[in-house]
Every structure is written in structure tokens, then in C-alpha cells.
């Protein structure tokens, strides 16, 4: 009875760690305040500083800065198409653009390279998951080398915008592992709102509408158009009208 009752101590045990061992991510935490250095010296990096505080990594982008990215140090990770096919990203931004709303990143493997877009932001100024599903693009195999985020097409204008803070970044197989993983992490590291409380989102002044004069304009054009359709068609009843009237006065004419 004790064998058998050891047996399966030992059998539960190696299955645990089994099930520990096939873990479906790969997550990388910011404890080295040093790849900040690295994020800077990459060619990968452009109207972006980066640095790291209370292991997260804080990227300050230029202000105004056209085309902003950065370096994400993806190399140790050991990332491998077909297997880790989802990026997951913990960030925080206040930013909000209206028009791109959502970030891209770029992926060079040893067997190719391509771009892949991630899900919109969230308007939140709490931590949020943004997805990349990398495993949607057919050059997305081999090992991974190199990944470049552009976060926004155009650096904020204002400055209380700039901070982009990213906390942890990771790889999973699929995206039930990937929103799993996410949840659990997004309900430890917000604060619990209060009964009844919701969230106040950052405003960011929305762009002037783009073609309100373009609309005026065509507004006038339709209205032109409209009249002169509208003069066409009673200038050709009147027409018709004042044919069958010089029709019956020749009839009359001729009964004379």
C-alpha cells in the first residue's frame, strides 16, 4: 500500500512540474534598468528615449516627432515562429490620436520579416494589454531576431502625453493564453474602483474635422447640380406644353 501511495505522490508531482514546464508564454520583466542603454543605442530606436524606473521601462517620445519607435529587446527571449505566436504587451499612455489609435511592429526573423498591427487602445489612463498576432503573417517564421514597436504614426504635441510606460512584454501560443495571462495581471496591478465609480479618460482635444470645407463646398456643387436639373425638366415640359398648344391651334386652323 505504500508503494503505491509513494508511486503516486511521485506521479502527481512530475506531472505538476510537467504542466509548470510547458508553460504557453514567455514574459519578459523589466528588472535590468540597463536595456534601457540598449533601447537607445538601436538603430531600431527613433524620437525615442528610453529608461527604466521601478522596472518599468518609461519611453519619452519627441515631441512632435514624426514616425516614433523603439528597440524591444526581444533577443534572450528565445521566440520562435509557429510556436510563441502572440506579442502581449502591458502598457499605460494617456494619448489619444482619433485618427491611429492603435500601434505596429515590425518583425525580422532568420528566415524573413513583416509587420503586423495590434488591436486599438484602450481609453484608459490604467494598465492595458495591446495584442500583436504575429503568427498571422506567413513571414513570421524561424527565430525571432528583432522586433520594432511604432506606438503612434506621430508623436503626441502636448507634453503630458509623451510618456509611453510599458511594464512587462511576452509570448504566448494563442490568444486565450495571451487574454488569460493579461487579466490576471491588468486585476492586480489596477486599483479596484468603488461601488458605482467609473473612470474619467484623459481628454485629448480631437483634430478639427479634416473635410468641413470640403463638405461645404460639395454641399454648394449638389445644390447647383439639383437646380439645374430642376430647370431642365420644366423647361422641357414647357416645351412639350407649348408645342401641343401651337398643334391645336393649327387644327382649329384647318376645321376653318
Known amino acids: 500500500m505504500r508503494k503505491i501511495l509513494c ?93 491611429y489609435d492603435y500601434a505596429y511592429a515590425t518583425f525580422v526573423t532568420d528566415e524573413g520579416e513583416g509587420v503586423v498591427t495590434a488591436n486599438s487602445y484602450a481609453v484608459t489612463e490604467r494598465w492595458q494589454v495591446i495584442f500583436f498576432r504575429l503568427g498571422s503573417n506567413e513571414n513570421y517564421k524561424g527565430n525571432l531576431k528583432s522586433i520594432r514597436i511604432d506606438p503612434f504614426e506621430n508623436a503626441p504635441d502636448k507634453d503630458e502625453d509623451l510618456l509611453y510606460q510599458i511594464k512587462w512584454f511576452g509570448f504566448f501560443k494563442d490568444i486565450n493564453s495571451a487574454n488569460e495571462f493579461a487579466n490576471d495581471c491588468l486585476n492586480e496591478i489596477n486599483p479596484t474602483m468603488a461601488p458605482g465609480e467609473t473612470e474619467v479618460p484623459h481628454k485629448t482635444s480631437p483634430p478639427p474635422e479634416p473635410y468641413g470645407e470640403d463638405n461645404s463646398i460639395w454641399g454648394f456643387v449638389w445644390t447647383i447640380v439639383a437646380m439645374l436639373a430642376a430647370t431642365v425638366v420644366i423647361t422641357y415640359f414647357l416645351e412639350k406644353m407649348r408645342k401641343q398648344e401651337t398643334e391645336k391651334s393649327k387644327t382649329k386652323k384647318k376645321k376653318r
Open 7 to 99: 508511486f503516486v505522490i511521485i506521479a502527481t508531482v512530475l506531472c505538476l512540474g510537467a504542466a509548470h514546464a510547458e508553460e504557453d508564454y514567455k514574459i519578459y520583466y523589466f528588472t535590468d534598468a540597463s536595456i534601457a542603454d540598449v533601447i537607445n543605442n538601436s538603430e531600431l530606436t527613433k524620437n525615442a528615449t528610453a529608461q527604466v524606473s521601478d522596472e518599468i521601462l518609461k519611453i519619452s517620445l519627441t515631441k512632435g516627432a514624426q514616425d516614433p519607435h523603439f528597440m524591444l529587446p526581444v533577443e534572450g527571449i528565445n521566440a520562435v515562429g509557429g510556436e510563441d505566436n502572440i506579442l502581449a504587451i502591458c502598457v499605460k499612455t494617456t494619448f489619444r490620436t482619433f485618427e
